[in-house]
């Protein structure tokens, strides 16, 4: 129902920003019915939250370990979604996945139907 197309991972050292984009296709976002979210996983760890944001895009929540650091944005018109990431640090590294739910924001990923491929994303010391 949903594809969605991560991109703008990359190496960077630590303290360098990143922005990530994910576009999605087959389903119009312009009524901002889906809540999009970024998730992460590192080698040998779960999945984990990172950030979300609503359809309308007034409501974000994020994972304390990268509020203050991580923006998630949206622009509906375009179909994609952002994350804005400033002060990257190593534990940082990982692969970084776009999911989409139809409804409200929620953090937990088995509330999330789609998912892309992921881009991976690396902060060297």
């Known amino acids: 129902q949903v594809q969605l197309v991560e991109s703008g991972g990359g190496l960077v050292q630590a303290g360098g920003s990143l922005r990530l984009s994910c576009t999605a296709s087959?389903?119009?976002?312009?009524?901002?019915?889906?809540?999009m979210g970024w998730f992460r996983q590192a080698p040998g760890k779960a999945r984990e939250f990172v950030a979300a944001?609503?359809?309308?895009?007034?409501?974000?929540t994020y994972a304390d370990s990268v509020r203050d650091r991580f923006t998630i944005s949206r622009d509906n018109a375009k179909n994609t979604v952002y994350l804005q990431m400033n002060g990257l640090k190593p534990e940082d590294t990982a692969v970084y996945y776009c999911?989409?739910?139809?409804?409200?924001?929620?953090?937990?990923?088995?509330?999330?139907?789609?998912w892309g491929q992921g881009t991976q994303v690396t902060v060297s010391s």
């Open positions: 087959g389903r119009t976002f312009n009524n901002g019915a889906y809540t």
């Open positions: 999911a989409a739910r139809w409804g409200n924001l929620v953090t937990m990923e088995r509330y999330f139907g789609s």
């Open positions: 944001i609503s359809g309308g895009g007034g409501s974000t």
